[in-house]
């Protein structure tokens, strides 16, 4: 489990404070997604990318993050699928896909190399 800052700790009991009064506030909930996987609590961090997945089913963003939680918690054809509608959505930054360290488990698999050929850069 990562080690939290004391910073991180501050604005994680902010924004749950936050959240606990508004839960649909969606910015909220993708700030605490992020958050949570930064402090190692990558179980609390899919919970809310699930969430903002539901409250916001055409954010490409979304459900890339929700990629990246199910991959750093194994869950690789989830993540695959997650992947494949983030992209079906307008999700097209191959730069940070081909690098991001939350997809490091995918990253022999041929259906996410399928996926990062649909993004590569025509030269």
Request: with cysteine; aromatic share 8%.
């Amino acid at each position: 489990m990562k080690k939290s800052s004391p910073d991180i700790e501050f604005e994680t009991r902010f924004f749950e404070a936050v959240h606990k009064r508004d839960p649909r506030f969606t910015d909220v909930v993708e700030i605490l997604g992020g958050l949570y996987t930064k402090q190692g609590r990558i179980s609390d961090g899919l919970k809310m990318d699930r969430k903002l997945v539901r409250l916001e089913p055409d954010n490409s963003t979304a459900h890339y993050n929700l990629a990246c939680s199910l991959a750093l918690s194994r869950r690789q054809g989830p993540a695959l699928e997650a992947l494949e509608r983030a992209i079906a959505l307008g999700y097209d930054d191959y730069d940070w896909m081909h690098k991001d360290p939350d997809l490091v488990s995918l990253r022999n698999h041929p259906a996410f190399q399928k996926l990062l050929a649909k993004l590569q850069p025509q030269s």
